[in-house]
């Protein structure tokens, strides 16, 4: 994890359980989860198994696969 100011990205790399895919992750802080989330939404790329929540630790996050299969967290502190 690194932090700079507002800004927060969360690295985890492949677990090795699932070698043929891929399971590489990235979180990112955003500021306005709901625009970024309608912005994604209409384009058609928020996973479908990982619509726009809350979480028991305190934030609101939503998830995209980029072109390569990572898969793209994007939260807010509640």
Known sequence: M?????M?????G????SPKK???????QAEDIDALHEHCSA???????AP???????TREFAILDLDGNLLTFFQPR
């Open 14 to 17: 492949p677990s090795g359980i």
């Open 8 to 12: 927060q990205l969360h690295f985890w």
């Open 43 to 49: 384009r058609d790329l928020v996973h479908p198994n």
């Open 2 to 6: 690194i932090a700079h100011d507002a």
């Open 52 to 58: 726009l929540h809350e979480e028991p630790w305190g």
């Open 22 to 28: 891929s399971d590489t992750m990235i979180r990112i």
